[in-house]
């Protein structure tokens, strides 16, 4: 009865409650989440509790009652000619069984609570949690992380949260599962049947009882080891399958599972096995990116390279000079240091949040802007002239680079969540349709860094083995166009996953026209150096 109540309870109260999507994409939004939950333990606490006290009044008038009833085992003819014991048999059954069977249908009453949206308490969609999931896989893949080590709550060798349950790591394996990732579905279910495993063995050995997986749950293994099987997975579905027999004995496996390395059935198919990676994902390219993130490589030292004070373009910077550090001088890439104070960034931030959506790509020409898991991130756009902190920020960008920064977008505040990331991809346009003609293209971007990350979230150029992690205040500088004013697909860059922590940035693009004189072009043409990037490999 207790655990119905219970179940009662939460079902209601997750059917109920809005839902909004793209928590995933974001750190901005996910303390509503822990809002909501916070605020659902409070009661449920409340309710146990009362639930509780009222089980150990009963518990305490059901003990009295055993006794009476050992009692009378005894000697039954001696208690019934008690007319004391008499009264009390009669009256218990008149009157304090239904007095009782009452207060347990209040506290089932109790336990059927609601959380409606009159509480403003909101709920990650089936996206957010599709998402969150992918997050995890992402940063599996590009940071080589064991899933034992993921599931213990261990990122990169440092221990921060508690244990996944064996549950837990079944619910993201069927998951993957059912969104087609088939290699990362194996290595889960198999995570989660080993702690299973340990489960169990931990509770024998301890001479304590313990609950196995639910009727639900069994079913779910059962329909998951035979879709496994039927896919030619067979040590994954005999695994899995082992488990529902150990719990649960009397099952009749109502499909041929076989033993452990039956070789294949005939009409299987190689081909229809689910996959969750495109071309790109495969290509060499990629791969060298996600060395690039995890620090695999390193640029080639060069003497020429400095870190070093700079005039800029304005006289005021021979009394203030900046702080800066070269990372490419062909195509340029720099770091200026300290540009944005603490307590500006803090009002940048102030004023992106109301305003943060998920971010989009515009992957063709004449397209709509939509989502995409190519960029898990939200932004705001915010307009230079409505604060003086971004008016500076233009003015301090134009004296260190000297670029004239009349025709810039709207400054761009992103923030990328825990797995958030941008896969590679260029700043400039590659079809004139997609910028104003007479501003001409992306020729320069500058990021700053609005938050430091503690792993992951580096900003990373694969084609010049480059990865700059964020620094609170730092400015990062680059040249998306050549001097002739080509496309410099050199600059390909990416934001490597967020592994723990939560990257805000503010990105500012500077268009070509006006920059006549601050940037000339050469005698001839200097693009031809980087034509070899612009193909995928």
């Known amino acids: ?208 009882p313990t609950s196995g997986p639910d009727t639900l749950t069994l079913n779910k293994m059962e329909a998951t080891a035979k879709s496994l099987f039927q896919l030619g997975d067979f040590d994954t579905a005999f695994e899995l399958s082992q488990r529902v027999l150990q719990f649960d004995p009397k099952r009749i496996r109502n499909w041929h599972l076989g033993d452990k390395g039956t070789a294949p059935p005939e009409d299987i198919d190689d081909g229809y096995l689910p996959k969750h990676t495109d071309s790109y994902n495969l290509s060499q390219e990629f791969a060298q990116y996600e060395k690039v993130c995890r620090g695999e490589v390193h640029p080639i030292a060069r003497q020429e390279l400095r870190c070093r004070y700079s005039r800029g373009s304005h006289p005021y910077r021979y009394l203030a000079p900046l702080k800066l550090e070269e990372h490419s001088l062909d195509p340029y890439v720099a770091t200026y240091h300290d540009m944005l104070s603490p307590r500006k960034i803090s009002q940048l931030r102030e004023m992106a949040v109301p305003r943060m959506r998920r971010s989009t790509v515009n992957p063709l020409p004449g397209g709509q802007h939509k989502k995409s898991a190519f960029r898990v991130s939200k932004n705001a756009w915010l307009a230079y002239e409505s604060h003086p902190t971004m008016v500076g920020m233009l003015r301090d960008l134009k004296e260190a680079t000297g670029l004239d920064t009349t025709y810039c977008e709207q400054l761009q505040v992103a923030n990328y969540g825990v797995g958030g990331h941008y896969e590679p991809h260029w700043d400039f346009f590659r079809d004139p349709n997609h910028y104003p003609e007479e501003e001409g293209n992306r020729i320069a971007t500058a990021i700053y860094y609005l938050s430091e990350v503690e792993q992951g979230g580096a900003t990373a150029f694969p084609f010049l083995d480059i990865a700059v992690k964020p620094q609170l205040g730092n400015v990062l500088f680059w040249y998306n166009l050549h001097r002739s004013l080509d496309k410099d697909y050199r600059t390909k860059h990416a934001g490597c996953p967020v592994l723990k922590g939560s990257k805000w940035i503010g990105n500012v693009w500077i268009h070509e026209v006006t920059q006549t004189f601050a940037r000339p072009c050469d005698v001839f043409r200097d693009h031809e150096v980087s034509l070899e990037y612009e193909i995928i490999k």
């Open 1 to 208: 009865m207790r655990g119905f109540v219970l179940l009662v309870g939460v079902v209601s109260l997750l059917g109920q409650g809005s839902l909004a999507s793209d928590y995933f994409s974001s750190i901005t939004g996910l303390e509503e989440l822990l809002h909501t939950e916070q605020y659902l333990t409070r009661e449920l606490r409340s309710k146990v509790n009362a639930i509780n006290a009222a089980l150990q009044q009963l518990e305490g008038e059901l003990s009295s009652i055993e006794k009476e009833h050992s009692m009378a085992a005894t000697d039954t003819e001696n208690y019934l000619t008690n007319p004391v014991n008499v009264y009390r048999l009669m009256k218990r059954l008149h009157t304090d069984w239904s007095l009782m069977e009452d207060r347990v249908q209040l506290m089932a009453a109790e336990m059927n609570f609601n959380a409606t949206r009159e509480y403003g308490l909101s709920y990650p969609s089936q996206e957010d949690v599709e998402g969150a999931a992918l997050a995890l896989v992402r940063l599996q893949s590009t940071y080589k992380l064991d899933v034992a080590q993921v599931a213990q709550g261990i990122l990169n060798g440092v221990k921060y949260g508690t244990d996944m349950s064996w549950q837990d790591c079944f619910e993201l394996g069927q998951q993957l599962f059912e969104m087609e990732d088939y290699n990362n579905t194996k290595v889960w279910l198999r995570e989660s049947m080993e702690r299973l495993r340990r489960h169990s063995s931990h509770a024998h050995s301890q001479q304590t």
